[in-house]
């Protein structure tokens, strides 16, 4: 039982770092963030003094941020002509970079071993060699076939490019 939560883990820190490296994620949710914290700065000092505002504090306009981008609904609404603009223009935005960065990490994340297949002719590779110990006999015979081959194809490209450099 053991044996088979390792191979879950590695898997899983696997995914996890594929979707890190290979994926937009991590820059866009960065750009969000920042985004986020300087739309918020502009909404906070446009509201300053005005009046009936709720939007008193810093902290209520990063609620105001997360709540509008994330389309849960606003009760409290910016009373400033500008706060208005900025709020909106901070929704478009926000809402697009939320969801796009959601769509771009699912797509990338799929793509990529369309995108370079003898990089996934090396990742299927390297995931059956950290699996040795769960293959089977027959898995393991196909795998040293498959591997055999590969040593063999290279060692005829070494000689078709010898030949061809001469």
Not at 1 to 22: A, E, P, S
Not at 76 to 97: A, H, K, R
Not at 136 to 160: F, G, N, Y
Request: overall charge positive; charged content about 20%.
């Amino acid at each position: 039982m053991r044996r088979k939560n390792r191979g879950f883990r590695k898997r899983t820190r696997k995914f996890v770092w594929d979707v890190l490296i290979h994926t937009p994620l991590v820059k866009m949710t960065f750009l969000l963030l920042i985004l986020w914290l300087v739309f918020s700065a502009g909404l906070y000092f446009a509201e300053q003094g005005a009046e009936g505002t709720t939007i008193t504090s810093y902290g209520r306009a990063l609620y105001w941020g997360i709540a509008a981008f994330s389309t849960a609904g606003i009760a409290n609404m910016p009373v400033n002509g500008i706060s208005e603009i900025i709020g909106g223009i901070w929704i478009i935005l926000g809402s697009m970079l939320f969801f796009g960065a959601i769509v771009a990490t699912v797509t990338a994340y799929f793509m990529r071993p369309l995108q370079r297949p003898s990089k996934q002719i090396i990742d299927t590779i390297e995931y059956n060699l950290e699996q040795l110990d769960d293959l089977s006999i027959e898995e393991l015979e196909l795998l040293k076939e498959t591997t055999d081959a590969l040593i063999e194809h290279m060692e005829r490209l070494r000689l078709k490019r010898a030949v061809n450099c001469d």
